[in-house]
């Protein structure tokens, strides 16, 4: 008699989910949860509701509590720090944790130095990698973060069928964008500090002291047809942030064979490094002008889609499915007792995470920093 195999079953706990009036929110999650189920693997989501911060953590954690109960999955898979946390308040079922980036390196503010909330935050992830299954992270700047050893370092992957190559006439007709204009894609929220937007209005402008036209064009809050319109209409994607994990944005613009020209960040270099029309430059105005330049003189579609086909989202869910099965297969590194007395919070530290929530406003971009919360 034959035996037919189970599928793996998923629980993917998370603050951010493509929703009706937030259709670019946590995209690169809901991309992965679609290609594991490709892959065979059935998967839950649990993303509560907009409101209150520290109530949507307790109903996650709840919901997850609950479910875990049932026995039905064989892994909790969360996505950024605190709903990794989330995902970890129970003892039946094991935990995956996916950090995404600012949740290891913290968050820089428009001031330069990083807040109460952000050390909290990138100190609740570093003890999550220690008493999780397995850990997943975006580059190896976050491995080391993370504390090294046997983390995973898996990129989110790219949907190839969604993000491809259309004639720039084409893309710029759809938008009634000017043919002849040069086009500067920015693709992150301007008031999220990291993302230094400033840089890059100050790197178009010394474009335009050369004699060059250009138009920035932000590309935010947009559902994700519309995104790989902008990328086919741009001349280039212009990447400037102070800290990134290994943003989606570069990596979608690759696969449309647009040029990237960014900053030395996150997993960037080792993305387009290959790639004749994609450069990496210093953290300068001048500098990033100059890449520009060359990338608006580089009028052939790159070879960016080839170079990175190995991040195509497919092949991705076959490396998360190898870590969802060693999680499954190793003894735990966690055991519910003893762990709450083990993490000890100042004062200050808990009054932080659960009354300052004014100032715990999400973000959103397409890279790899988030709205979290």
């Given at each position: ?46 993303h509560p509701r907009p409101g209150p911060v520290p109530v949507r953590y307790a109903v996650a954690t709840l919901r997850v509590f609950l479910k ?306």
């Amino acid at each position: 008699m034959q035996v037919t195999k189970k599928p793996l079953r998923i629980l993917i706990v998370t603050g951010v989910y493509p929703t009706k009036s937030r259709p670019h929110s946590g995209t690169f999650i809901k991309s992965q949860a679609d290609s594991l189920v490709d892959a065979g693997l059935e998967v839950e989501v649990i993303h509560p509701r907009p409101g209150p911060v520290p109530v949507r953590y307790a109903v996650a954690t709840l919901r997850v509590f609950l479910k875990t109960l049932t026995g039905r999955f064989d892994i909790v898979h969360g996505h950024y720090g605190l709903w990794c946390l989330a995902a970890r308040m129970q003892w039946t079922t094991a935990v995956v944790a996916s950090f995404l980036g600012d949740d290891l390196l913290g968050t820089p503010t428009a001031g330069g130095g990083y807040s109460k909330k952000a050390a909290l935050v990138v100190r609740v992830s570093r003890w999550l990698c220690r008493h999780v299954g397995a850990v997943i992270v975006k580059s190896e700047q976050m491995q080391k973060a993370a504390g090294g050893g046997d983390i995973a370092v898996i990129p989110n992957g790219v949907d190839f069928e969604l993000f491809h190559p259309i004639p720039r006439e084409e893309a710029r007709a759809a938008l009634s964008w000017d043919q002849g204009q040069n086009y500067i894609l920015f693709g992150a929220d301007p008031i999220i500090p990291r993302k230094n937007y400033a840089l890059a209005q100050e790197a178009v402008e010394r474009l335009h002291a050369k004699g060059i036209a250009a138009q920035l064009v932000i590309a935010n809050g947009l559902p994700q047809t519309k995104v790989v319109l902008y990328m086919n209409a741009s001349n280039a994607l212009l990447l400037t942030s102070l800290l990134e994990g290994s943003p989606n944005i570069v990596k979608e613009a690759m696969a449309c064979n647009v040029p990237v020209v960014s900053v030395d960040v996150g997993d960037v270099p080792q993305v387009i490094e290959r790639t004749q029309g994609c450069k990496v430059c210093l953290r300068d105005p001048d500098a990033l002008a100059a890449g520009l330049e060359e990338a608006l003189q580089h009028t052939a579609p790159t070879t960016g889609r080839t170079d990175i086909m190995h991040l195509n989202r497919a092949l991705v869910a076959e490396q998360v499915t190898a870590v969802y099965k060693q999680a499954m297969s190793e003894t735990p590194r966690h055991k519910w007792t003893g762990i709450l007395p083990s993490f000890q919070l100042s004062t200050l530290e808990r009054s932080s995470l659960i009354g300052d929530r004014e100032n715990f406003k999400p973000t959103d971009s397409n890279g790899s920093g988030h709205d979290r919360g």
